[in-house]
């Protein structure tokens, strides 16, 4: 079963609101990633957290590495319509990754 | 950029054919991945590929087998499909194990 639990599950906003979701294990990771997946295509990489407390942007988005390393956080500044899709926290599993069962974001115009 | 194709992006099959699905990377990964995604299921892990030649299970095996001659290329195959392997199939390759990139993903539908 999944070893990673995202909330929220979703969330419809307001184009223009920032937006915040986390992911929480419970066991230690050393690894975190964040992907995006858009309707109909594959997830995309997005951010990769190496260190516990890193706190990592790609452009408006910021990614956190939770000092426990049993969480992370992924916030989005001022969302804009093409923000929609699930977002997916990943973590490795022995030699394999594990994945959130995705937070669907939803940005009304 | 790394570029992931996988050979369809829609497929209809019937019940008990033999199908294979194409996944092929042009940035010299050693590390290939195929899973599958259902709703309320997220990823799962159906095999992956470290070398040429060499494959590993992954979480839910059964009913499938992969082939990898080739560095660029991994195939996954269903060796007789049935309708609970209906599904959205995406190929994954990595330099770094865990950075994985994704292609655009394969609808097979099972009649």
């Known amino acids: 079963g999944q070893q990673l639990n995202q909330s929220p599950q979703s969330m419809f906003i307001q184009e223009g609101e920032d937006v915040s979701m986390n992911c929480t294990s419970s066991?230690?990771?050393?690894?975190w990633l964040w992907y995006k997946q858009e309707p109909g295509e594959g997830p995309v990489l997005l951010i990769a957290l190496y260190k516990a407390g890193e706190l990592t942007s790609n452009g408006r988005l910021t990614a956190q590495f939770g000092i426990t390393r049993k969480d992370s956080f992924l916030n989005i500044s001022a969302s804009i319509p093409s923000d929609v899709g699930i977002y997916f926290c990943a973590g490795p599993l022995g030699n394999m990754l594990t994945f959130g069962g995705g937070t669907r974001l939803m940005v009304k115009p | 950029d790394v570029k992931v194709t996988q050979s369809s992006r829609y497929l209809v099959k019937r019940t008990g054919e033999k199908v294979f699905l194409e996944c092929v990377q042009d940035m010299d990964h050693e590390n290939m991945f195929w899973y599958r995604q259902d709703p309320g299921l997220g990823l799962r892990l159906i095999y992956f590929s470290y070398d040429v030649k060499m494959k590993e299970k992954g979480d839910i095996p059964e009913g499938y087998s992969v082939s990898r001659e080739k560095k660029e290329r991994f195939s996954l195959i269903l060796e007789s499909a049935s309708t609970n392997q209906t599904s959205m199939y995406l190929c994954?390759?990595?330099?770094?194990?865990?950075?994985?990139?994704f292609g655009p993903g394969t609808r097979l539908t099972v009649t």
């Open positions: 066991s230690i990771f050393n690894t």
């Open positions: 994954a390759s990595s330099l770094v194990p865990y950075e994985q990139y």
